[in-house]
């Protein structure tokens, strides 16, 4: 069965500290993307990635950063957590070149920065 | 650039009572488009997809979508729902191009009442 692993379900951080948010797939698949899931706004792509070593801006990336040295793992980097950052993080891959193909999701990663 | 309006934050409905779930979209240009169904403490899976064709697409779980291009609508409906359908419903929309971003909207949280 194909999977998106996200490392952490809930985390619980400090303003001010660096955050990774980790995010695995186990299908080969060169697109991953990260989305924050805030109630009312529905899901936001804030970075995503078509390759190795490769990232793009989605919506709303101020704030973040990504990192995608190897094919399987995209990161999430807050610089420095802030309180509007509290939010549900998204990770979802899918092949390329594909955009009829679905989104394969993780489970969420439910980030409360103090 | 496409958007996509999701009309209802909410829509209570009774159980075994036919429900729809109603969709906008927006795009200059040919679109993909998607509904998908986040069940509580989940991420998100695919429901339906409309890339071509028949403009009434069958999903998962007995719901059904129909593309209205004049319109520009892609309405989710279920004759009869269950219990076990209480979840957010997000439609999104691709365009048809290289660009593989899904542009979610902002989510229709259904609450199935006994």
């Known amino acids: 069965d194909v999977k998106v692993t996200q490392s952490s379900r809930y985390l619980v951080k400090r303003t001010g500290e660096k955050v990774f948010l980790e995010c695995v797939q186990d299908m080969d698949h060169e697109n991953m993307f990260w989305y924050r899931q805030d109630p009312g706004l529905g899901l936001r792509l804030i970075y995503f990635?078509?390759?190795?070593?490769?990232?793009e801006k989605g919506d709303i990336p101020e704030g973040y950063s990504v990192s995608r040295e190897k094919k399987e793992r995209f990161s999430l980097i807050l610089e420095s957590a802030s309180t509007n950052q509290t939010s549900m993080y998204l990770c979802?891959?899918?092949?390329?070149?594909?955009?009829?193909?679905?989104?394969?999701f993780g489970s969420g990663t439910q980030l409360s920065v103090l | 650039a496409q958007s996509v309006t999701q009309l209802d934050s909410q829509v209570p409905v009774f159980e075994e009572a036919p429900v729809e779930l109603r969709c906008n979209y927006s795009s200059s240009v040919s679109v993909y488009l998607f509904w998908y169904v986040q069940y509580p403490n989940q991420g998100l899976q695919l429901l339906l997809k409309?890339?071509?064709?028949?403009?009434l697409v069958k999903g998962i779980n007995g719901f059904e979508a129909e593309f209205n291009k004049s319109q520009t609508s892609f309405h989710l409906r279920k004759p009869s729902v269950h219990i076990s359908d209480t979840a957010e419903y997000f439609c999104a929309v691709s365009a048809l191009n290289r660009d593989d971003k899904i542009i979610f909207g902002k989510g229709t949280r259904l609450h199935i009442l006994p």
């Open positions: 990635s078509y390759d190795v070593k490769m990232k």
């Open positions: 979802a891959s899918s092949f390329p070149g594909q955009v009829d193909e679905k989104l394969f």
């Open positions: 409309y890339l071509s064709g028949s403009t």
